[in-house]
T-cell receptor
Framework: SQTIHQWPATLVQPVGSPLSLECTVEGTSNPNLYWYRQAAGRGLQLLFYSVGIGQISSEVPQNLSASRPQDRQFILSSKKLLLSDSGFYLC??????????????FGPGTRLTVL | GENVEQHPSTLSVQEGDSAVIKCTYSDSASNYFPWYKQELGKGPQLIIDIRSNVGEKKDQRIAVTLNKTAKHFSLHITETQPEDSAVYFCAASWGYSTLTFGKGTMLLVSP
């Protein structure tokens, strides 16, 4: 069965510090990978998605970046965090099915607080 | 692009009552409609989904209905229990497009 991991689970960082969040998926090959952000009491904002190694699409221009160094690894980074970067960061994976539907499965999330 | 509207934003029911959450979508090409449940501090969990070639799907106390003509779909939870309390998200997509999510409904089930 497939499993998705995210770490760290929680993170408190000062403004201006760098960020690196990691997501890994087990039990599947060549998944689509996604990073979402969820502000307190808000919906899900898609930040980045990737259909393969080195292929990253950005949905929202901001001071965050994403990389996919391996097939089942997705990394979210920032060189200098802003207060507005605080939130709950979710990684998700999917594999396009034969009927062209794309079911996404989410990880446990990382709670980031920028002070 | 696709736009998904979700109502209500908050829903309070008594244990044992039914709960209904409704979503509308804008892109008639959308063919896949999942529902997610998110408990506090956790990632969303897929609870049920429906494809455009089906009008209704049931899984125990949960059901989803789809009206393609009106471009709306609904989640129905019967015999609600306190553990059903969570935020529920609907979403829509087609083919290779990414999911577009509704803004979520906070369901509160009182004992």
């Amino acid at each position: 069965s497939q499993t998705i991991h995210q770490w760290p689970a929680t993170l408190v960082q000062p403004v201006g510090s760098p960020l690196s969040l990691e997501c890994t998926v087990e039990g599947t090959s060549n998944p689509n990978l996604y990073w979402y952000r969820q502000a307190a009491g808000r919906g899900l904002q898609l930040l980045f998605y990737s259909v393969g190694i080195g292929q990253i699409s950005s949905e929202v221009p901001q001071n965050l970046s994403a990389s996919r160094p391996q097939d089942r690894q997705f990394i979210l980074s920032s060189k200098k965090l802003l207060l507005s970067d605080s939130g709950f960061y979710l990684c998700a994976w999917s594999v396009l099915s034969s009927d062209l539907t794309d079911t996404q499965y989410f990880g446990p999330g990382t709670r980031l607080t920028v002070l | 692009g696709e736009n998904v509207e979700q109502h209500p934003s908050t829903l309070s029911v008594q244990e044992g009552d039914s709960a209904v959450i409704k979503c509308t979508y804008s892109d008639s090409a959308s063919n896949y409609f999942p529902w997610y449940k998110q408990e506090l501090g956790k990632g969303p969990q897929l609870i049920i989904d429906i494809r455009s070639n089906v009008g209704e799907k049931k899984d125990q106390r949960i059901a989803v209905t789809l009206n393609k003509t009106a471009k709306h779909f609904s989640l129905h939870i019967t015999e609600t229990q306190p553990e059903d309390s969570a935020v529920y998200f609907c979403a829509a997509s087609w083919g290779y497009s990414t999911l577009t999510f509704g803004k979520g409904t906070m369901l509160l089930v009182s004992p």
